[in-house]
């Protein structure tokens, strides 16, 4: 028998730190090629480094951007279009990546879909966190942050050797240049509601006594969901849950993005609540479950974390927590 699990109002202390306690590693930068165990250099803030930008643009070109929500809308804002338009025409996966499918420039690779080769950035007013980092990137481990680039070799020296004849600066100068608050601010609250999506997925598996009824399909769910490349993710979610997570209809302001993330969650949990607080079948827990976890880890894919460990992290919790696979 399960119970009726009023999700997420009845989170109780225990299980709404679950997935919080999971210390996601999330990587942000505006790398190649995803890959959490790649290389890299810790900076410190009076590092000097040469960090003025000759703006060739050659890491606009062949690389990722990986974008969360408010991103989103403050890329389609300086675009001067509908969010929902700027993600069908510009993004992949459902809007968490920019496309890098302009003409092809530096080493042949694909330019961003935002670069005009004779102005540079289109969106610059509104161009994403890992925008403004490179060639830096930020790690957050648990709570320990640090900025880094990836390898040993300063990137910019790869692409625009002439950066070594530019005035040189500190990390702490060049990080306050780029306007870097308002993003981090996003990118720590999305975590959060990361965290909160899959501390959804846990109360309806693990509160509700869908776990304690021996179920052993949720977990495997989870599994499933963080081993999914994320377009096939963002095509198995329903259109309605992927436009949910990532193009509310939020009349917040783009400005104050902590307030922007908050509305988005109250929204989602509304939408939950609404959606799940009636069907407490097996079937019906497992489904929204997965659904919630899912999301989640969508989310984390946007937010740089690598869903396969987030998904590995959230099931060993769970089964610490009476849940089977
Ligand atoms: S690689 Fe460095 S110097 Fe070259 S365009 Fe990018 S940020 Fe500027
Ligand atoms: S959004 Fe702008 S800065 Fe970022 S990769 Fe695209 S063109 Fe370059």
Redesign the pocket.
């Known amino acids: 028998m399960t119970s009726s699990p009023k999700w997420p109002l009845s989170l109780n202390a225990s299980l709404s730190t679950l997935a919080a306690n999971t210390n996601p590693l999330v990587l942000r930068g505006k790398p190649t090629n995803f890959c959490p165990m790649t290389a890299h250099t810790i900076v410190h803030a009076d590092d000097i480094f040469p960090l003025t930008?000759?703006?060739?643009?050659?890491?606009c070109h062949g690389k990722m951007v990986w974008l969360n929500p408010w991103e989103l809308a403050c890329l389609a804002k300086a675009n001067g279009m509908p969010t929902r338009a700027f993600r069908d025409q510009f993004t992949e996966f459902g809007g968490i990546r920019l496309r890098f499918d302009g003409p092809p420039g530096w080493k042949g690779l694909p330019a961003c879909s935002q670069f005009d080769p004779e102005r540079g950035c289109r969106v610059h007013t509104g161009r994403p966190l890992a925008c403004r980092l490179?060639?830096l990137g930020r790690q957050l481990l648990g709570k320990e942050e640090h900025y880094i680039f990836d390898g040993e070799r300063f990137?910019?020296l790869v692409?625009?050797p002439e950066?070594q004849e530019l005035p040189k600066m500190t990390v702490r100068d060049y990080l306050h240049g780029q306007h870097i608050g308002p993003g981090q601010v996003a990118q720590d609250a999305y975590l959060h509601t990361m965290q909160r999506l899959a501390d959804g997925a846990f109360v309806l598996l693990i509160e509700s006594g869908l776990a304690a009824s021996g179920d052993k399909k949720t977990l495997r769910g989870w599994r499933a969901n963080g081993q999914q490349h994320p377009k096939e993710r963002a095509h198995q979610l329903p259109i309605e849950w992927l436009d949910r997570l990532l193009i509310p209809e939020l009349t917040q302001s783009l400005e104050d993005p902590q307030s922007y993330a908050d509305a988005h969650y109250n929204l989602l949990q509304e939408n939950a609540q609404n959606a799940f607080s009636h069907n407490h079948t097996k079937d019906g827990l497992r489904e929204a479950s997965c659904l919630m976890m899912s999301m989640a880890l969508h989310l984390g894919r946007s937010l740089g974390s690598d869903p396969v460990q987030l998904a590995d992290r959230w099931i060993v919790t769970a089964k610490k927590h009476g849940a089977h696979e």
Request: charged letters at 5%.
């Open positions: 930008c000759s703006r060739s643009g050659t890491c490179y060639p990137p910019c692409g625009c950066v």
